[in-house]
């Protein structure tokens, strides 16, 4: 039986990485490095949220270091985020100057999405329950609102 899910991410900045994903809200749960109470040679933070984890890190004992450096060429997987309100997304993210890939979305299964690539391009898509007074707020594009 599977109880809980999680995602590594292999950065090539640590510190940009990490800025980026707080800024969005990603809560802290566990941190490692050279210079923190689990000394690793590489740093590394474990996100967690409704007991889902994202763990990023720019290096693993198990991982040869050219896999940190190398970049993603095309994103066959993206991380689907459940919020209660994207309007708080989009506000951190131009609050911290990350840009947003694809804007707001009604999409007619009763999402209002938004996408953001991290620094290294892995695609975060975040989900939240259609409203009309946050899609109106947020001038969501309502042409996906209507099945095909």
Not at 99 to 127: A, C
């Amino acid at each position: 039986m599977i109880n809980v899910i999680g995602v590594h991410i292999k950065v090539k900045d640590f510190k940009k990485s990490f800025v980026f994903y707080e800024a969005l809200g990603f809560k802290k749960a566990f941190e490692y490095g050279p210079d923190k109470s689990v000394s690793e040679d590489y740093s590394g933070v474990i996100f967690e949220h409704g007991g889902a984890k994202l763990e990023i890190a720019n290096g693993h004992r198990a991982v040869k270091g050219l896999v940190f450096k190398q970049s993603m060429p095309s994103s066959k997987i993206s991380l689907m985020i459940g919020v209660s309100d994207i309007s708080e997304i989009i506000m951190n993210a131009n609050r911290a100057g990350i840009s947003i890939s694809v804007g707001p979305r009604h999409y007619y299964w009763g999402t209002l999405e938004v996408v953001i690539k991290d620094p290294d391009g892995v695609v975060l898509v975040f989900i939240s329950p259609y409203s009309k007074e946050i899609a109106k707020k947020l001038k969501a594009d309502e042409s996906l609102a209507q099945k095909p």
